[in-house]
Nanobody, 121 residues
Framework: QVQLVESGGGSVQSGGSLTLSCAASGNTDIIYGMAWFRQAPGKEREGIAS???????NYANSVKGRFTISRDSAKNTLYLQMNTLKPEDTAMYSCAAAAVYYGLGEAYTYWGQGTQVTVSS
């Protein structure tokens, strides 16, 4: 069993930056792949960044060049550095984990509850 808890969300002005964290607890040794997803009201959930146990990453085109996913295995923590934020980045951001890597797909086994990010113009 793995528990994931996101933090770091908040309100920021367009063009600003924000860093999200996802703390994993429980049987963290089984985690290999991790990812960040977001969902805005009335829209489908979107995988935006993922990272496997070897450090390989994948990004959605909507955030490529602006967001950076990273992982600190010693701290059992996943991060999402978000730069040059735009109003369209406003969404609930959730982290996910699994024993295998699913890239930007939604088949991850464990999910956090999410943290809200609001970007104003």
């Amino acid at each position: 069993q793995v528990q994931l808890v996101e933090s770091g969300g908040g309100s920021v002005q367009s063009g600003g930056s924000l860093t999200l964290s996802c703390a994993a607890s429980g049987n963290t040794d089984i985690i290999y792949g991790m990812a960040w997803f977001r969902q805005a009201p009335g829209k489908e959930r979107e995988g935006i960044a993922s990272i496997d146990g070897a450090g390989s990453t994948n990004y959605a085109n909507s955030v490529k060049g602006r967001f950076t996913i990273s992982r600190d295995s010693a701290k059992n923590t996943l991060y999402l550095q978000m730069n040059t934020l735009k109003p369209e980045d406003t969404a609930m951001y959730s982290c996910a984990a699994a024993a295998v890597y699913y890239g930007l797909g939604e088949a991850y086994t464990y999910w956090g509850q999410g943290t809200q990010v609001t970007v104003s113009s």
